[in-house]
Every structure is written in C-alpha cells, then in structure tokens.
C-alpha cells in the first residue's frame, strides 16, 4: 500500500488541528512529478509517499498573519478540553469564558416558541425583515434603555449580538483609523482593528500591537486611564462595566472622557453589554452624558433646554456610538442578539453622517438577526421580561458576591464585582497564564487569564459569575483549599 | 420660541431620510459662536436658528464614499414603498427581491419551538455554541449536500446566511486582492468588495468599479463567461444556478472554471444558494467537478483511487470555497442560517490553510448562528425536513413554470427558470430602470432591474418567483393586460 500525506502546515489549534490526512491507494509504486504542482516520491509498498500540496497564488491577507495565536476565548475552551481529556473524571466547574448558565425566562422563550410556530403559518410567516431590525423592537430598545436621553428608535441597529457589530464598525471605520482602548479589554476591539489593518506588527517586548493605544486600567488608577498621557486616535473602545476587570466608570470620569473624545474630534465606541449589571448611579449608557447641557453651555445659557420641549432634546454634539446585547442579561449567549446605537447626529470630518454609512454596512453585509431571536428580543422589553430578567442579573450578582467574598477571605486583593459579573483577582508578580493553570490542574476550575485581554491584565485572573450555585459554591471551596 | 436645524446632509434612503431634527427651545434671542464647534445665529422668537453641527476628525472611509447608491434590494423596497404610498388602494405584488413566501414546513418550525422551549430548562439551556457550528448540523450538512464529494464536517462553516459569509470571505480575503464576478450578479459580491478597498473608483462611464474584472454572461455566450478573454484574478465569484439570470453552468462549463481558476491559482467562491432548485444532471456543488480525478491523471494512473480507500479521497487541488443557504429551501430569509465550506486542503500561495484563517474571521467577528435556527436547519436535513424543503421547492418551480410560460406567450426572450426561482426577461434597448417603473406604475407588480445586478444586466428585468400562487397568477394575469 502507499500513503499520501499533505505537506501542508498543521494547525495549533484543535479545530482545523487535524489537517494532515492520510489515506490509503492501491497498491503501486510511482514517481511523478507533473507541472510543479504536485510532487509524488517513489514508495515501496506501506512506505509514505511525500507530496507538495497544490497552492493557489492568492496571498494570504498580511493583516491576518499578524494576529498572535487564536482568540482567546477558543484558547481558554482549548486548553479546557485537554484537561478534560486528562482528567475524565473530574467534575470541570467553568468559570472562564463569561458563559451564562442560567435558563431563559419562560415569558421569553414562549414568545420565541411561539413565533416559530407562527412561521409556519400564513398569516405568521415573514420572510426577509428589515436588515436594521424590527421596528417594535427598534422602539422597545430606544424607550426601555434610552428613553429620556434623546434616542429613537431609527437610531437603533438591532444585531446578532455586539461582538458582531464591533467588527461591522470596523469595517466601516476602514483601514485609516486609529484606535485607542482600555487595557486590559475585551480582545475583540484589538484584534478586529488588527484583522482591518489598522495596526503594526505585533511587538513582543511589550505586547502590543502598533498603532494602538493602550490604555491602561489598573488598581492605581482606579481602573480610569489617565487621558493627559493618552495620544489623540480616532476611535476610542470603552467599556463599562469593564470586561475583564468588572469596573465601572463614574459619570465624573465619563465627563472627562467625553470631553477628552470632543477635544481630539474622536469617536467613542461605547460598549454597555453588562449595564444591566449596575447597582449604583454609575451611568447606564454614554448617552447619559450631557450633551444637550453643552449646547446650553455654548449658549452661555443654564437653562435645561429639554425640559422646555415638546422633543426630546437631541445633543447636536454627538461624539459616541454605544453597542450593546442581550446576551448577558437574557442569557442570549446561544439565541444571539444585540443591537448599536448611532445617532444621526454623530458626523464624520467632512460632515457625513456615520449612521448612512453604518447602514450601509449593515444593508450589505448582514441581513438583520434571527426573527426568532428578536421576538425573544421584545418580550425581553415587556414588564414581565425586564422582570425575569432582572432577576436572573441578580442571581448572577449574587455568585459574584461570593467569589469577591471567598477571595477576600483568601486574602487576595479583588476588583470589579459590584457592578459586572466579573471578578479581577490579583496574583502580583505572577503570569496570569501560569496561574490559570494552577488552577485549573489543582481544582478543575477554568477562570481566564489576565494577560490574554492584553498586557495590562499579566498579574490578574478574571472569574465570571456565571454559572450555577451549586457550582459556584463548590469553586469557591476548592479555592479556599487551594490558597488556604 | 426658537428653532434650531442641523446643517447636515440629508439622506436620499428612506430610512435615515429624516436626518434634519427640529426641536424647541426657550424664548431666548442669543448669537454664540464658541470654539468653532457649535454656531448659532441671532434669532427673534418663531424664527429658525442656524446651527453648524459639531463634527468629529474622524475621516469617512474612502472606500464607502466609492459606493454608488444604496445597496439594490433597500432601493427596490424602497420604490415598492413610495408607490404604495402613491396608490394606498393597489394590490402591490412583489415579485422582487427574492424574499420567500410560503411558510415553513411544520416538521422544521416545530423543531424551532421545542428548541426555543428547552432554553428554559435546566436540561436544555445552552448558551455560546461553537463558533463554526452545531457539530451535529455541519455534519448533516456535510453529509446531506457533500456526502460522496469528500467535505466533512470540520470543513463546515454555519453562519446566519451566505451574504453574511461573503462579507466574512472578503475580510478574510483584505485589501490587495483582485476579484472577478459574473456580470450581472448578486450586487453584494461587489459591494463588499467596494467596502473592503480592494477596487477602484465607480466608471460612470462603463458603470463598473476599477479594478473588479466583470465577467460578461449574455443570452450569446449562454451565460457562461469567454474566460479565454478574461484578466487573471485572485478570487473568483461564481453563482449558479445564477442570481439573477437563473441560467445554471454544466458540469463541463464548470471543469473550464476550476481549470481556468486553477491555470491562474485564483480561488473561486461558489455561491450555491439555489442549488436544490436544479432538476437536470447540473452539478449542485464546486466539489463535483473533480480534484481526485485530476491527481490520478498527475499519477498517470487511471485507476479510481477513492474506491480502494477506505477513507473518502480528498481532492489535493482545492480551488474553491462554497457559500450556501437555507433561506431559498426551507423560507429561512428571516429565521437567519447558511454556510460556507472552506476545505482544508485549500492553501494560500504560501501554503497557509484558508481554511485556518477563516476560523479565526468567524471566531473574532462572529459567534455562531442562533441555537434556534441551527436546531430548525437540522430539522430541514431531517428525512421529513428533506421532503418538506424539495415540495416547498417544487412549488416555487410552478410558479416559474407560470411566469415563464406567461413571458414567452407575450414573445418575449426568457431566460433562467428551469434550475432556478428567477426568471430573467429581455427588454432589448431599454432601460431595466425603466421598465421596472413601468411594470410598477402600470401593474403594481415589483420586479427587479436587471441593471442593479451590473451593466450586464441592463436591458433585462428579474422576476421572482417567490409568491403565493393568487398573487403570481394574478402577476401573470396583470403582465399579459400590459404586454398583449
């Protein structure tokens, strides 16, 4: 027999990790080697036969050969796998990629259920919607989450999640622009900005890629860059509820990066997936910055123009687009659904409206969110939903109180929590990667190391509070044994 | 009292038309200019106060500026909409954008239901599926549509639908890559390619963008592409059975492609979105047009490798990505669920797996369909899920049969409709534009004009075959009052 088997590069990865194949022919012996393209050496009978894959002469995208190793959240699923292979008894307690756990509210899933019956119905049936989204949906987001900031409806992309539209922002945005970002941050920001070819190479020394502005976010500084030492770029990510370190920016300090936006003429891409998450006054969304109050300012006027108007008062100086999701809050992780903000009014230099060019976007590159999920999407909104799924916040909330208690028993310095469900421990002078396979080898917990949201997170381990109690409580006590 | 208005842009779509917001404030007479940003003019009470709006430094992407338009079917919808307007009486019929009509089969909705019901169990809650899928559903798929082609389940992408995936290939592809598409075709090919940079600027003149190579498919060259005169690309897009003409390659056009694509070491994307209306011996994939023949032929063997092997023989000379759909099968345009195949063995020019790279696109940019349709996609590739899509297929062929029957009794040139739900009707010297405006005027019949596919397609008008039986023999009815 002969075996052929690709020389092709075999993958790090454990999708796509089995590339080599081999596969078994007659029994003959040949050598050939026809027109460059594919390369057989001679083989007795049961020995392997080389062959040089036949390449197309399509270079592959320098962007993308840029990235460092996969997304991290795979990586962590990875590296799950293979201690469950190792350990097949084990019972594996996740705590790692910010999975939720908990069913979906029964008023939801009904109302999903009952829209898939209904396609299959005359009366019922819908074909293609409108690519920016139901319309009832559109206006439930805009009255629910942005009722009295002068946001409406038509200003509303609903999405198959913000994940999703961060990269159809990037693709608006194009090639040509900067980026700055909290660091650490969710790795979508800077590896969507890489994949566009908005940033250098990867520098190893410091973990960074060039080009990008790394804010960095860390207990000094109360988790709020310092804006006097950060370079002007034309986008700014931000995140709060911050994904990884579960801090929450003041309105103080969203004032200052408003302003901070308005002086260098960025844009601020707002990122509120886990505002439901919020206990204390701390803003629910960018828009709840004034705007309106500085058009009153320019003025010279301290009247409250909006309270005088028959409108909701719309900022003319719009400098922020806001996404967000249900994922977090509905448990949509698997149903897949979220939406964008971009009022009209935000503009680009020469006085384009960023909203028609993100239609634009969403028109030709998506074709709107399962209708499915967005029936699910509006009974989220209902007064029942909203209730349900408050409540499924709050039991999150309450897993969170645990893990920030049994930390803080252990000693350990502890972040976010209040207001994210997301725990940041701190491990000073240790690779967060290393800790997460102490971890994860000594008590089956899978957590998230710091340092893959870039390299202000090396020191830290993120633990999420999503999963159920029972698994909560027992991470929390293989912790307790763990670090006693 | 005052009014202020926004100086900026107005929109020419319908959505986002009403960019210019007027809002009341206090009767106060005020004339600001302050730091350049904000502009107000002196007004009396009742009388309009101008106001330059505050724009940021963010530069508008150079490449969404080269966009001609919106994108085709919003503008069609959008025509439909100004006519309903103009004759709230009329019986509009669209047979337009190829939005499907008929509901989905029960077996698949009911899969939907139960799904969305399980969500709310302990049991049956999941949350973040697999990036590339449901492992069950790529490996229905892979077995389902590539059983004997040698694609298996890893070589699957599930995705929320083939225009989505499209819009993933060319980030995947970036910038530097040349592309040729058949003329006319599925306008979002181009779009995306406008977006990601990789053209130049609109030619009014020959109405094409710089830099694409438009393939030209007439009723001369029965809509098979002279590739002996055609420019060597990197990608190449290719539909059949084809949107918009509905004219279907034959097994020996398609081994000229691979051949071509092969010769030049492009990479064709296939776009077999309407492959299970084909009824004649047409190939339904890229990947019947032999690779593993090929290498036996390199072998100078004509023995048939694959049937000694006791795994399937994969090609060694992959050429071709495939993007596919369930939306014109099972009526998902808005339940939301395709894929795209990306064998393993495809190879940048540097040996790169494609493959590899497109993971990390749908990865980073992406998480996966909704649960829900992914558990109804599994239903349509059930035994009763199969017979259920084939009759809901079947039944738009009759309509085609009608239309088409329809169209040659009024002695007009038809093409397309045999292996296809589109109808392609020549309206030699005329405008498409125009003709779409007079069917809509005179008919109240929405059609498409063929030149929105390309400058290919001027002179044509697609018809849809997506509608009730009512409505499309009332179509054909109103058409045969036109065109007696």
């Not at 439901?276 to 969304?285: F, G, Q, V």
Request: hydrophobic share 35%.
């Amino acid at each position: 027999m002969m075996q052929l088997s690709a020389s092709i590069s075999s993958s790090s990865s454990p999708f796509l990790g089995q590339i080599n194949t081999n596969y078994r022919t007659p029994r003959v012996s040949v050598s050939v080697k026809s027109n460059g393209v594919c390369k057989c050496v001679a083989a007795t009978p049961q020995a392997p036969v080389e062959e040089t894959a036949y390449t197309t002469k399509v270079s592959r995208n320098v962007n993308m050969s840029k990235l460092q190793a996969g997304y991290l959240f795979p990586e962590v699923a990875r590296r799950r796998s293979a201690h469950m292979l190792k350990y097949p008894d084990a019972h594996v307690i996740s705590l790692g990629i910010g999975d939720t756990t908990e069913p979906i509210p029964d008023v939801i899933t009904s109302a999903m259920a009952e829209k898939s019956h209904s396609l299959s119905t005359l009366e019922g049936y819908s074909g293609y919607g409108a690519e920016q989204g139901d319309k009832k949906l559109r206006a439930a987001i805009a009255s629910t989450y942005y009722g009295d900031l002068g946001i409406d409806e038509s200003d509303i992309f609903v999405s198959d999640g913000a994940k999703c539209d961060i990269s159809r922002l990037q693709i608006l945005f194009g090639s040509n622009v900067t980026m700055a970002c909290q660091d650490p941050s969710y790795p979508a920001y800077v590896d969507s900005s890489v994949i566009m070819g908005q940033t250098g190479q990867f520098q190893k020394d410091v973990e960074k890629y060039g080009n990008i502005e790394y804010m960095r976010c860390t207990p000094s500084n109360g988790f709020f860059p310092d804006l006097s030492t950060i370079t002007k770029t034309d986008i700014i990510f931000f995140c709060s509820p911050n994904n990884p370190t579960g801090s929450t920016a003041t309105r103080e300090q969203l004032k200052q990066l408003v302003e901070f936006a308005k002086k260098n003429g960025s844009i601020i891409v707002y990122d509120s997936a886990y505002a439901m998450y919020i206990s204390d006054d701390s803003p629910r969304s960018i828009f709840e910055i004034p705007g309106a109050k500085e058009l009153t300012f320019h003025l010279g006027l301290s009247l409250d123009l909006a309270s005088h108007s028959p409108f909701p008062l719309r900022t003319r100086e719009q400098v922020a687009i806001e996404t967000s999701s249900f994922s977090k809050y509905a448990g949509f992780t698997g149903v897949r659904l979220g939406w964008t903000v971009v009022p009209k009014e935000l503009l680009f230099s020469d006085g384009f409206p960023v909203a028609r060019d993100f239609n634009r976007i969403v028109c030709t590159c998506f074709n709107g969110a399962s209708n499915i999920a967005q029936a699910g999407g509006l009974a989220c909104l209902s007064p029942e939903g909203l209730k349900a799924m408050r409540d499924t916040v709050g039991f999150y909330k309450e897993n969170t109180d645990i893990i920030v208690d049994t930390f803080n028993s252990l000693g350990f310095d502890v972040y976010g929590g209040k207001n994210a469900p997301y725990v940041w421990v701190h491990f000073p002078g240790r690779s967060s990667w290393e800790v997460f396979g102490e971890i994860l080898e000594k008590t089956h917990l899978v957590t998230t190391p710091g340092s893959g949201f870039g390299p202000g997170g090396e020191g830290f381990v993120r633990v999420s509070a999503f999963g159920h109690r029972g698994n909560v409580l027992e991470a929390c006590k293989r912790l307790k044994q763990l670090y006693k």
